[in-house]
């Protein structure tokens, strides 16, 4: 199974709105609503934002949102702020429990 | 407070096996499945499998089989992932990872361990 594919990059200004795709094929993210999204500063722990393709874990502040259509998944960053500069990972579920990860997105607050 | 506590780091020579521990606290310990994933120095996530502590059921990605082993001790909470026959490209920091499933995959992994750098190098 390949990685699940992901823009290299993506920038805006703060107070902007940033949406990061992740697309996948109809064996993963197509059939699956197991989408999760994962904020990775440098040097530290993914960090689970959203789950089930748009829920957020208590904590997570509601400026980031999830979402899917067909075979492609999104987060949504709105009201950019410095901290959300990081890394950005997406998984899927790849059927019979596997999970596929997304190549990463480096996102710049500019 | 719930966490996930890991060994420290390893080096490694060619060909030669790493067992990475993974000890839990705060929660209960047999009710969640424990990922494994790693990250190559400046690369992407790669999941390489789960276990479920209670059942100590696992399932590895295909990429891995036959040469990682995950299980568990429920006396201590802790799970272990052992990969065998190392070679350069398995240098990597190696995360194990909560499901957020209660006895369920959710596939949302949220609370991590803090990552075990592990050095293949002759």
């Known amino acids: 199974q390949s990685a699940l594919t992901q823009p290299p990059s993506a920038s805006g200004s703060p107070g902007q709105s940033v949406t990061i795709s992740c697309t996948g094929t109809s064996s993963d993210v197509g059939t699956y609503n197991y989408v999760s999204w994962y904020q990775q500063h440098p040097g530290k722990a993914p960090k689970l934002m959203i789950y089930?393709?748009?829920k957020r874990p208590s904590g997570v502040p509601d400026r980031f949102s999830g979402s899917k259509s067909g075979n492609t998944a999104s987060l949504t960053v709105s009201g950019l702020q410095a901290e959300d500069e990081a890394d950005y990972f997406c998984s899927s579920d790849a059927g019979r429990n596997n999970v596929l990860f997304g190549g990463g997105t480096k996102l710049t607050v500019l | 407070q719930v966490q996930l506590v890991q060994s420290g780091a390893e080096v490694k020579k060619p060909g030669a096996s790493v067992k990475v521990s993974c000890k839990a606290s705060g929660y209960i310990f047999t009710g969640y499945y424990i990922h494994w994933v790693r990250q190559a120095p400046g690369q992407g996530l790669e999941w390489m499998g789960w276990i479920n502590p209670n059942s100590g059921a696992t399932n590895y990605a295909q990429k891995f089989q036959g040469r990682v082993t995950m299980t568990r001790d429920t006396s201590i909470n802790t799970v272990y992932m052992e990969l065998s026959r190392l070679r350069s490209d398995d240098t990597a920091v190696y995360y194990c990872?909560?499901?957020?499933?209660?006895?369920?995959?959710?596939?949302?992994?949220?609370?991590w361990g803090q990552g075990t750098p592990v050095t293949v190098s002759s």
């Open positions: 089930e393709v748009s």
């Open positions: 990872a909560r499901d957020l499933g209660w006895s369920r995959l959710l596939g949302g992994m949220d609370v």
